[in-house]
């Protein structure tokens, strides 16, 4: 190192970029995590956690690369990794304590000073080291130690001086321990539930804590690897409408690929959607599921992403359509792993049948515009995804700006500054081009003494977001007096 004097200064590269932040796309995400990873895994689970970053999203829940088996990983990995976004709230359905198989004296191989058991899922506590023959139960901290390495795998390392034998003969260990398993997670557990007498909720129906808890209104619904199962997709549909009473928000959701009981061509898919009721204003609805250099992931998990980052990138205002964005994957797959790829006509065949898939022109793209109620109703409030998001999204805020002025006294003042409040903001929004038009008025014959005696004041609103540009047309026309001209005649 070279002789300094003075004063230097050094930079490094910037490790982590900060993620596009968004309130119009906030995630709600329910599912399987690698829990036994934490120092303590009862703490991640049936209980929404807001993470804002990759590292916090492995702090409360783990990291794992087995997505069919830890779906959560799949948002995690979608809205960090390929579109970097936050926030998420996550709910994590697998529990310790009833979702585990329990392994007995099970021998594995010393390799050097120490056994690598190599699965994931498997819980610190209560794992126990024996001797090959069971025998001798030996001591955590005395004779060996626990930890995972970067797989997630457990690694026992036996401590030099301590009563395990590193001889030829006992080069084995009997290990018993419990393994979260995700195959006992039912649609039940991912539905959930709420316990009126301990107050407790479950699953799905967390999402009624996040505002009370966390104060951010979830704006999708996002539950991969079961928003297929129609159970699980039907509730998700319900819980769209009042949250908390009042908020609304869009799910999410999968149509099954699989051979047999699923949609495996899309000419399956329509017949899938409406025989499973697909078919809300508040949902959309994914097919086929999707790759990224050999991993799958349900559509769900990049399309939500995709969204928020759509929001995050147009000023956190969901009034563009994720339609034609890029869906930054390498392929579209079935759940067998089979390759689809649609031409455009058969993309667009979807999205008339109210589904929204993924085609490769110049770069796989998001491809389609229309809620799970298409074509069954056409108006244009519910059939358009940003058209609807707008209403949503406009609702709650709503909601949340004007909360403060319940029960102040029903007066002039108070009408007056609602109408005049709302407008002033309409205006924003119109002059940046994020609205064709919004207004709001007091319409007098709206509010009968009946409802002014009881305390009700209502207002009357119009809100017009843009409807997206699904159709472009240029009609090109032979010009044969341009001809004659260029060749010198008349």
């Known amino acids: 190192m070279s002789y300094t004097h003075g004063v230097y200064i050094q930079e490094n590269s910037t490790s982590v970029v900060a993620p596009v932040t968004t309130d119009s796309g906030v995630q709600f995400i329910v599912g399987t995590a690698p829990v036994n990873l934490l120092d303590d895994p009862s703490n991640a689970v049936n209980t929404p956690i807001l993470v804002t970053s990759l590292a916090e999203a492995e702090s409360y829940f783990g990291h794992s690369d087995s997505l069919d088996k830890f779906t959560i990983c799949q948002s995690v990995n979608a809205s960090f990794n390929v579109y970097n976004v936050s926030p998420l709230v996550i709910v994590n359905v697998l529990d310790p304590a009833k979702h585990v198989t329990p392994v007995t004296n099970e021998l594995n191989t010393i390799s050097g000073s120490a056994v690598t058991v190599s699965k994931e899922g498997i819980l610190l506590d209560g794992f126990t080291v024996k001797s090959a023959d069971a025998a001798t139960t030996y001591t955590q901290g005395k004779d060996y130690t626990l930890a995972f390495d970067d797989d997630g795998y457990v690694v026992v390392t036996i401590v030099k001086g301590g009563s395990i034998s590193l001889s030829a003969s006992a080069n084995q260990l009997a ?185 490769n022109i110049n770069g796989w793209r998001l491809w389609g515009n229309n809620t799970g109620i298409y074509p069954g109703s056409t108006d244009v409030k519910d059939r358009f995804i940003p058209v609807r998001r707008m209403f949503s999204w406009w609702g709650n805020s709503f909601i949340l700006t004007y909360f403060q002025k319940v029960d102040d006294p029903m007066n002039t003042r108070l009408i007056e500054a609602i109408v005049d409040s709302e407008n002033i903001r309409a205006n924003g929004y119109k002059a940046r081009y994020q609205l064709a038009d919004a207004r709001i008025e007091f319409i007098a014959d709206e509010n009968p003494v009946t409802d002014l005696l009881n305390g009700k004041i209502s207002f009357h609103q119009y809100l017009t977001p843009f409807p997206p540009a699904e159709t472009i047309v240029d009609t090109l026309e032979f010009d044969a007096n341009a001809l004659t001209t260029a060749l010198g005649g008349n």
């Open 175 to 359: 290990l018993s321990y419990k393994q979260l398993d995700p195959s006992k997670v039912t649609q039940d557990d991912i539905i959930g539930s709420y316990d009126s007498a301990t107050g407790k909720y479950t699953g799905l129906q967390n999402i009624e804590q996040v505002y009370p808890k966390l104060g951010v209104v979830p704006g999708m619904i996002v539950i991969p690897g079961w928003s297929q199962v129609p159970a699980v997709g039907i509730a998700m549909i319900a819980k769209t409408e009042d949250i908390n009473g009042c908020f609304k928000c869009m799910a999410i959701l999968d149509v099954d690929t699989s051979k047999g009981n699923g949609a495996y061509t899309y000419q399956d898919v329509l017949n899938w959607k409406n025989s499973n009721s697909y078919t809300s204003e508040n949902s959309i609805v994914c097919w086929p599921k999707v790759n990224i250099s050999g991993v799958q992931y349900c559509f769900s998990a990049l399309a939500a992403a995709l969204i928020a980052y759509t929001d995050g990138d147009n000023g956190d205002v969901p009034y563009v359509s994720p339609s034609n964005k890029s869906l930054r994957i390498t392929g579209t797959v079935l759940s067998d792993g089979s390759e689809v790829y649609l031409s455009q006509a058969q993309g667009n065949i979807l999205n008339g049948q109210g589904i929204v898939t993924a085609i």
